[in-house]
């Protein structure tokens, strides 16, 4: 068997028992899956996983790191565009990527139940730096062109880029803050869209675009998250 066989074989036993944790987490939540569960649904030895999987943590880990990769592919097209102008640019890959959020909106809930508590801030911190390694060099790819278009003035393109990310992983926190800290009530969704208004706001000024267009567009977006929140 060749070394590009075993290789591929590695890989799609691996993303089964992703898909499987996956599916467990979304339903019934990170604390309550067992490694066990996964052993039964996949019909696979203890041993097996821990061939792929050093521990339940690094299997979580390894689901976050997925969702990273598949985000990276779906940002690089756009990115990459010879026809498309930086700021349509800008505008789409932030599209996409809450459309992405949208589409699995009970996975990415589920995994913000555990992902943002205390015990995770370490592996939070370095799953963030692998998100700026992946995601900064396209969104300054795509600042650099805005600035070479007049539409952009930041003369830092690969700062602004890391700021992006910063603030995006700020809005995060805040999301979860008002979405997960009381359950039971209804969210207050006003406050998640001032928020969102406020990080428009701050991107822009880094960017050094047109005031407000940029929160034109995400509004759109939190008006669907109202919609499905509700």
Known sequence: MTRSVKAYEYAEK????????????TTKGYEQMTTQDILEALRISRGAFYHYF????ALLMALVERIGEQAEQIVLPIASSREMPAQDKLLRVFAVLNQYKQDNKDLIFAFMRVWYADEN???RQKLYQARVKRLAPRLSQIIQQGVAEGVFTTPFPDQAARTILALIEDLGYITVELLLAEEDKHPDISRLI???EATADALERVLGMKPGCLWQSWSEDFSRWQALLA
């Open 14 to 25: 691996r993303n089964a028992i992703l898909d499987v944790a996956a599916r467990y987490i």
């Open 54 to 57: 050093e521990s339940k943590q």
């Open 121 to 123: 801030a370490l592996f």
């Open 194 to 196: 001032q928020a969102g």
